[in-house]
């Protein structure tokens, strides 16, 4: 366990990217100084991220341009999950004939793999063993499915084609939306209700707000009571809380107060924060806790 603490305690924090650090090319007024300033008191800083577009050694390379010393090994993202998560159920229906899918015949590992995402997500897939295909009619045995900005209807339309013929559907992430400079974008779970419109059916996903990749991060650095930051109740926080650690809002991405205040009890944080700056403060003073906010009024 590291020895240095701050907010409350915590051992590390476990922060996510797009709307907590930076929308778009845009670093969030206060967050760069926050991130050096934590690093300066030995406090370690892993990254969370559901972006499947870029490996963990790019994502560093733009910190990097905001004035962050980031390296790869403290990116932890959906994308390698995703690729895990279709090892694990192309593995699965190898062994079980009774698995979905499998009524023609089982078929071992590598598989046909078609990739609807990133270069870098169709190396991993490459790099897994895996055939990479680009349509239905290549008969793939699965579908993975991570965002990127040059999807295509036709990419969806294959991958609606093959997921109607029996292929395994798994997506990286279900964000349905993306922080921008600009504003709020359709992130990779809008372009899965396309496909999931067109199919009738779900895939099974890897990133947040499954709780692997909060559990990862901290076995990385050795951490017992790490603190996750992030700017969505229905990934960051869910997730953290799934994973059994304390959790903070920060509210300059997609989620408000008023959204963390109506949210069912397991996507509440427990702390609600204007940014990262917060994490500077002494969180029983500053910082407004969840005790804090559901204790009965007189």
């Not at 990479?132 to 993975?144: G, K, L, N, S």
């Not at 779970?189 to 707000?209: C, D, F, N, Y």
């Amino acid at each position: 366990m590291t020895e240095a603490v701050f907010f409350g305690g915590h051992d590390a924090v476990l922060c996510d990217l797009d709307g907590v650090v930076y929308a778009g090319t845009e670093a969030i007024d206060g967050a760069v100084p926050t991130l050096r300033e934590l690093g300066r008191r030995g406090v370690p800083v892993v990254y969370v991220t559901n972006n499947a577009s870029r490996s963990p050694e790019s994502v560093a390379d733009h910190l990097l341009g905001f004035g962050l010393e980031v390296t790869g090994d403290q990116v932890f993202g959906s994308a390698a999950a995703g690729v895990a998560l279709l090892n694990q159920e192309l593995s699965r229906t190898a062994t079980d004939p009774s698995a979905d899918g499998a009524s023609s015949g089982v078929r071992p590992v590598p598989a046909r793999v078609l990739v609807v995402g990133s270069d870098y997500l169709c190396g991993l897939v490459s790099g897994a063993g895996h055939e990479v295909v680009t349509t239905a009619a290549e008969r793939p045995d699965a579908v993975i499915q991570g965002f990127d900005p040059s999807v295509s209807w036709t990419d969806l339309a294959q991958a609606s084609y093959a997921v109607n013929g029996g292929a395994r559907w798994i997506a990286t992430n279900t964000d349905l939306t993306i922080p921008r400079a600009e504003g709020i974008s359709p992130g990779n779970g809008a372009l899965i209700e396309a496909v999931s419109r067109a199919t009738g059916t779900r895939p099974l996903a890897a990133g947040k707000p499954e709780p692997v990749l909060f559990r990862l991060a901290a076995q990385a650095v050795g951490a017992r009571n790490p603190l996750v930051v992030g700017d969505r109740l229905d990934t960051d926080i869910l997730g953290g809380n799934r994973a059994g650690f304390d959790t903070a809002l920060v509210l300059t991405g997609v989620d408000t107060e008023a959204n963390a205040a109506a949210a069912p009890a397991d996507h509440q944080p427990t702390w609600t924060i204007p940014s990262l700056r917060m994490l500077l403060a002494d969180s029983t003073v500053e910082a407004r806790s969840r005790e804090a906010q559901e204790e009965p009024q007189p």
